[in-house]
């Protein structure tokens, strides 16, 4: 079996910048890499199948319509000499639907992994417009690595010096429709919306950068608390919880993070926030380059 970790995606910052023509909205976001996430294994079969197990398990169809099996089939449509089917295994940790691109980072290990077991890789430009084909956040989480996202998530910069963060990753347990997010910004196709990001978003310096991330928001968040109050809930604990220097959410929700200057600082959040919302999913982690493979709580 060959198998691939799929980080959390978190967007520290996400900026709509507009809406196309043909209806897309045009993004600017800041993608870092958490420590904890998904977790895929597959090897060369005679036919696709999908098994998937783990603690949001329940939430997941195994047919068709699952994003990991799509991408599967995906290579093996689009290169037929060079890859085939394939049994797929997913521990699934992470949410479903909770704005940290958890059917992404899937598809994108399922990439990783068909290209590691069959020793082949597709032409560079062809295997992201794949990618972009199968969802708006597949190219960033093919990467792995922290970068800015912009346009409708085919435009990718590396961050190379991204500092690294300590975090606290919380899902109070809501769903939110990306789709009526997006509905409620109201905006028409062709308008331009909000400013972009600074061109040189993030200094190296943790403590300047999170003062820098201060200066920066998600404009998706106040649409996604509107229609759902437990986020504007969770947002509420994560600023009152000692040491959180920045509480925002991530994507279109509902998982929130909140940006802590040391580890133990972070792992004490986690402790605090699992006692008072035993319900709350709450982990730990290190945002990043996509490195680490483990939470820290």
Same mark, same amino acid.
């Given at each position: 079996?060959?198998?691939?970790?799929?980080?959390?995606?978190?967007?520290?910052?996400?900026?709509?910048?507009?809406?196309?023509?043909?209806?897309?909205?045009? *993004?600017? &976001?800041?993608?870092?890499?958490?420590?904890?996430?998904?977790?895929?294994?597959?090897?060369?079969?005679?036919?696709? &199948? *999908?098994?998937?197990?783990?603690?949001?398990?329940?939430?997941?169809?195994?047919?068709?319509?699952?994003?990991?099996?799509?991408?599967?089939?995906?290579?093996?449509?689009?290169?037929?000499?060079?890859?085939?089917?394939?049994?797929?295994?997913?521990?699934?940790?992470?949410?479903?639907? &909770?704005?940290?691109?958890?059917?992404?980072?899937?598809?994108?290990?399922?990439?990783?992994?068909?290209?590691?077991?069959?020793?082949?890789?597709?032409?560079?430009?062809?295997?992201?417009?794949?990618?972009?084909?199968?969802?708006?956040?597949?190219?960033?989480?093919?990467?792995?690595?922290?970068?800015?996202?912009?346009?409708?998530?085919?435009? *990718?910069?590396?961050?190379?010096?991204?500092?690294?963060?300590?975090?606290?990753?919380?899902?109070?347990?809501?769903?939110?429709?990306?789709?009526?997010?997006?509905?409620?910004?109201?905006?028409?196709?062709?308008?331009?919306?909000?400013?972009?990001?600074?061109?040189?978003?993030?200094?190296?310096?943790?403590?300047?950068?999170?003062?820098?991330?201060?200066?920066?928001?998600?404009?998706?968040?106040?649409?996604?608390?509107?229609?759902?109050?437990?986020?504007?809930?969770?947002?509420?604990?994560?600023?009152?919880?000692?040491?959180?220097?920045?509480?925002?959410?991530?994507? &279109?929700?509902?998982?929130?993070?909140?940006?802590?200057?040391?580890?133990?600082?972070?792992?004490?959040?986690?402790?605090?926030?699992?006692?008072?919302?035993?319900?709350?999913?709450?982990?730990?982690?290190?945002?990043?380059?996509?490195?680490?493979?483990?939470?820290?709580?």
């Amino acid at each position: 079996m060959i198998g691939e970790f799929a980080p959390a995606k978190i967007n520290l910052a996400l900026h709509v910048t507009g809406r196309r023509a043909d209806g897309y909205h045009l *993004l600017d &976001s800041l993608i870092a890499f958490a420590s904890v996430g998904d977790h895929v294994s597959l090897r060369k079969a005679d036919d696709f &199948s *999908l098994a998937i197990e783990g603690p949001f398990a329940a939430g997941l169809e195994t047919g068709e319509g699952n994003l990991a099996l799509r991408a599967a089939r995906a290579m093996a449509q689009g290169w037929p000499g060079l890859f085939g089917p394939v049994h797929i295994r997913l521990q699934k940790n992470l949410p479903v639907a &909770s704005g940290i691109g958890g059917g992404s980072a899937d598809a994108a290990a399922v990439i990783r992994a068909m290209m590691r077991a069959h020793d082949a890789s597709p032409p560079g430009e062809e295997l992201a417009a794949m990618a972009l084909s199968l969802g708006a956040d597949v190219p960033v989480c093919l990467t792995g690595r922290a970068c800015r996202m912009r346009g409708i998530g085919e435009q *990718l910069r590396p961050l190379p010096h991204v500092p690294r963060f300590f975090a606290l990753l919380v899902n109070p347990g809501v769903a939110v429709s990306t789709a009526q997010v997006f509905a409620a910004l109201g905006l028409r196709k062709g308008q331009k919306a909000h400013a972009p990001l600074p061109e040189d978003p993030l200094p190296q310096d943790p403590r300047q950068a999170l003062f820098a991330l201060r200066a920066m928001r998600n404009d998706l968040q106040p649409l996604a608390c509107a229609l759902q109050t437990e986020i504007t809930a969770c947002l509420t604990a994560l600023d009152a919880v000692p040491g959180a220097r920045l509480a925002r959410m991530s994507g &279109s929700g509902a998982t929130c993070f909140a940006l802590f200057e040391t580890e133990s600082a972070a792992r004490a959040a986690a402790l605090r926030l699992r006692k008072a919302h035993p319900e709350w999913w709450a982990k730990a982690a290190v945002l990043g380059n996509g490195q680490a493979s483990h939470t820290i709580a």
